[in-house]
């Protein structure tokens, strides 16, 4: 596999105060599950001691919203925002902010326009709590009919995000994984308005089968809900093994996808060591996936088969469709630097790359490597009019990033 591999020397400032990265971890998060009993062990209390001078790190300058072609900025305001989303026809990039696992309070969804300043709104739950309910405006549930609860804004836990249109003009439907304590399910909204007015509404919601958890969503051309299952618990020391046993390149979970019509299914031949970011071709044919735990990104039919994987730099998260068509993959390439995060580090600089990858020939291009410095952990990547968006599960802040291009080639 050829790889053409560009290196970008990212600068950033930074506006804005730092804040406490407390860490719903996706394919570490037993660190945070099992902190107690592995502190009483003295094998465990050597390894802290050895990495702690790592876990003080110097602070990061103002976040810079508005960075100079090639350079890397930030904006700032979030807490452990996982995924982005673009949203053209909204004018907005919606972020998923995890669930803070110490501490108290839900995760929610925000909003950065695209036009004017982009300061981040929270869009759910609402302050004035609007939103929580379509019915009310007249508006029939969709899903599961058996979901007629919408997510509280203490137990509120979302996860990976995806959207497409509606027949409804101005009307965009909002898939997003959300996790216990809730439960495990795809919740659904519908985006309406644009910029600084847009609005979400909660409409339902297709709970996962027992046994799974969720990680990634995207939507088929026919309406199928496809999923990624990472593992079959993530509490505790069941969690704690199914993730080292991801780690070691053994299968965890697999792809399930959802239809009305017939409920859930699994995708034959898609088993894989924790299975991450899903992406679905535009005709509904070809599923893409991220398997975290083997360093892959693998291809196959959404009716199942054998999968085509091409090796990749790092531990690829999220995955999303770039304007030419190719796809893009977020990856982690600092694995020390990543637990140290977890472990506590503040702020998070644990370096990570952009890729591109042909969905034909899984051809992969390194278009964009980062120490961490101005964001650390990035697990996600979207495009719109000419920046990449980044997200971040373990940091306050979002990246943006506006290369400079010469007849549309990247150019970092």
Known sequence: MSHDVRRARTRSRSRGRESTARSYVRS???VKATHAPLAQRPRFLLLVAL???????????????????GELGTICGFENPEDVEAVPAAGVVLVSEMRAMRGKGGGALAAVPLEGPP???????????AGERGAGAGLSPVGDPGCTTSPRAETFSPHGITAVPTEFPGV????????????????????????????????????????????????AADGEIVVSNFVPIMEGLPGLY????GGLGRPTGDLIAWHPEHGWRHIPGTTAPTPNGVAVS?????VFYSQTGAGQVARVSRAGGTPEQTSVRGNPDNLSWSRRGTLLAATHTDSVGLILCVLGRHPCRAGWSLLEIDPQTLRVTERLHHDGGAIGGVASVTEVEGRYYFGSFLDDRIGIWRPVTTDGALRP
């Open 282 to 286: 535009a005709d509904g044919a070809v």
């Open 242 to 245: 199914y993730v080292l046993k």
């Open 172 to 219: 965009t439907r909002v898939a997003v994984v959300g996790h216990r304590p809730l439960r495990e399910a795809i919740e659904l909204f519908d985006l309406t308005g644009t910029g600084a007015d847009a609005r979400l509404a909660w409409r339902g919601c297709v709970p996962l089968p027992d046994a799974t958890v969720g990680n990634d969503v995207a939507f």
């Open 119 to 129: 300061v981040p709104r929270r869009l759910f739950p609402a302050a004035d709590g």
């Open 51 to 69: 990495l702690a001078p790592g876990c003080f790190s110097r602070p990061r300058d103002a976040c810079n919203p508005e960075p100079r072609p």
């Open 28 to 30: 570490t998060s037993w």
